[in-house]
């Protein structure tokens, strides 16, 4: 898990397609469908349930297991960051004004 | 500063060049220049200094900021991970048996 296939869990749920997440993020439908498909294999339970066929050539959902290792991986990083909120202003300190913060 | 940028520092720094450092992790010469230009436009100094001809063509260097900023993205990563340690673990843990932990 990463903020990449972080966001585009999200963008899934919200999508409901692997097709509209990847336009929506910009990405092409093979490497969202990738890192689908790498989520899925790599954890105990498949993170995102596609269904094939009907009107709009199928569907993906985000599954229950998939909402907890969201959330788990949001609350992570959250904590995370709050952890080094001072550390990381004095790196940010240390880029040039008007250098992007991200 | 991400774990790319901040590894490409370290390999500059012990093999002295931006050349030798690209080859040593992999990657192409002009990705790793580009990655030192966006680094040293992006701080308030340069963090690897070069130098011009000479019998190697140059060679590069960390400076002394570029060493500052390298520490404390070092810690600052070292300790967000330890803030998590359990969290961490708990998301590992959702991961199939035999899935690369990375």
Not at 28 to 53: E, H, I
Request: net charge neutral; aromatic share 4%; charged share 20%.
């Amino acid at each position: 898990m990463g903020p990449g296939k972080a966001d585009l869990l999200d963008a899934i749920e919200s999508s409901g397609s692997i097709s509209a997440a990847a336009r929506n993020m910009g990405m092409s439908y093979k490497r969202a469908w990738d890192l689908v498909d790498t989520m899925n294999r790599c954890f105990r339970q498949p993170l995102v349930s596609t269904a094939t066929g009907g009107s709009h050539g199928g569907g993906a959902q985000v599954t229950e297991f998939g909402h907890q290792v969201l959330r788990r991986y949001r609350a992570l990083v959250a904590k995370a960051e709050q952890s080094v909120a001072t550390e990381l202003q004095e790196l940010v300190e240390m880029l040039a004004p008007g250098a992007p913060k991200g």
